[in-house]
Nanobody, 122 residues
Framework: QVQLVESGGGLVQAGASLRLSCTAS????????MGWFRQAPGKEREFVAA????????YYADSLKGRFTISRDTAKNTLYLQMNSLKPEDTAVYYC???????????????WGQGTQVTVSS
């Protein structure tokens, strides 16, 4: 079983930055890629970014390119999401995910974290 634990969320003002972390654990943890998703109140969960675990190739939602950066530390089994120039519309619960079942055109994963709340005030 794989456990994913997110951290780093919080309440910030518009224009601020946050860095989210997601640490994976479990005796059988292995993954070819990890990703970040978010879900705002009343909206469907949406893809934010993904990264291949060994090669570090990155993929982003078009609307977030340039403001968000995904990275990973394979030695620590930790995934990161650096979020800059935050806007009120970035307010959502952010989830990390591992062990993809589909990639690139559509990202889907087997394992999910519990989520971390990001709130951006205007």
């Amino acid at each position: 079983q794989v456990q994913l634990v997110e951290s780093g969320g919080g309440l910030v003002q518009a224009g601020a930055s946050l860095r989210l972390s997601c640490t994976a654990s479990g005796p059988t943890f292995t993954t070819s890629a990890m990703g970040w998703f978010r879900q705002a109140p009343g909206k469907e969960r949406e893809f934010v970014a993904a990264i291949t675990w060994s090669g570090g190739n990155t993929y982003y939602a078009d609307s977030l390119k340039g403001r968000f950066t995904i990275s990973r530390d394979t030695a620590k089994n930790t995934l990161y999401l650096q979020m800059n120039s935050l806007k009120p519309e970035d307010t959502a619960v952010y989830y990390c995910a591992a062990d993809p079942t589909t990639i690139i055109t559509t990202w889907a994963f087997n394992y999910w974290g519990q989520g971390t709340q990001v709130t951006v005030s205007s």
